[in-house]
């Protein structure tokens, strides 16, 4: 089934270790989103990638790092993770910059 | 930078009442917007979304929405909803930069 997927689908995570999340989709879409969803904040945009290769800067991407080394693969990397890290993260893809986003089923991380 | 702002944070409904999700955004150029909808326990799904043309879409389900653009604004309808809609809401915003913007999101609540 077509789709994004996301790994680990939850994980408890010790202050300062570091830790990627992947997202993969198969869908062939050009940009690719990390966002975290936090009660109260709704969806914030972490990082973005318009196209393979490139990568940019949403609304809150201090302590994550992302790379876009081909088309299906876009994963998150927070250095070292804070207990603020504490949300739920969502990869999103989307066939142009300003379409509609299809999303992962999210993956639940919590720092202690 | 573009912004979006939903007025309603939680909305409590009864089965068959009407409902109406208010959002604006700021932003001064050309926008896609759009509606998606979180069930509960699962991740983002497109309710229905505006490019161009007839300013009243519609969308999965039943719902509709109406982009008037002299007021900013992109408000979700629906004449009658039902228990199965109990979800959370969010209105999102894309700008051809490719950053797009979600609201605080709208929890419903519809009582059986």
């Known amino acids: 089934i077509a789709g994004i997927t996301q790994a680990p689908t939850s994980q408890i995570l010790a202050a300062g270790r570091r830790m990627t999340l992947r997202c993969t989709q198969d869908?062939?879409?050009?940009?690719m989103y990390w966002y975290r969803q936090d009660l109260g904040l709704g969806l914030r945009l972490i990082h973005y990638?318009?196209?393979?290769?490139?990568?940019g800067k949403g609304e809150v991407p201090d302590g994550y790092s992302v790379s876009r080394a081909n088309t299906d693969d876009f994963p998150l990397t927070l250095a070292s993770a804070v207990p603020s890290q504490t949300s739920v993260y969502f990869c999103?893809?989307?066939?142009?910059?300003?379409?509609?986003?299809?999303f992962g089923q999210g993956t639940r991380l919590t720092v202690v | 930078a573009q912004s979006v702002s939903q007025h309603n944070h939680h909305v409590i409904l009864s089965e068959a009442a009407s409902l109406e999700l208010g959002c604006n955004y700021s932003y001064g150029g050309t926008v896609n917007l759009f509606w998606y909808v979180q069930y509960p326990g699962q991740h983002l799904q497109l309710l229905l979304k505006?490019?161009?043309?007839?300013?009243l879409v519609k969308g999965i389900k039943g719902f509709e929405a109406e982009f008037i653009k002299s007021k900013f604004s992109f408000n979700l309808r629906k004449p009658s909803v039902q228990w199965s809609d109990t979800a959370e809401y969010f209105c999102a915003v894309n700008t051809n930069a490719g950053k797009s913007t979600f609201g605080d999101g709208t929890t419903l609540t519809v009582k059986p």
């Open positions: 990638s318009n196209t393979a290769g490139t990568t």
């Open positions: 869908m062939r879409h050009n940009a």
């Open positions: 999103a893809s989307s066939q142009l910059k300003n379409t509609e986003a299809f």
């Open positions: 505006y490019f161009s043309g007839d300013p």
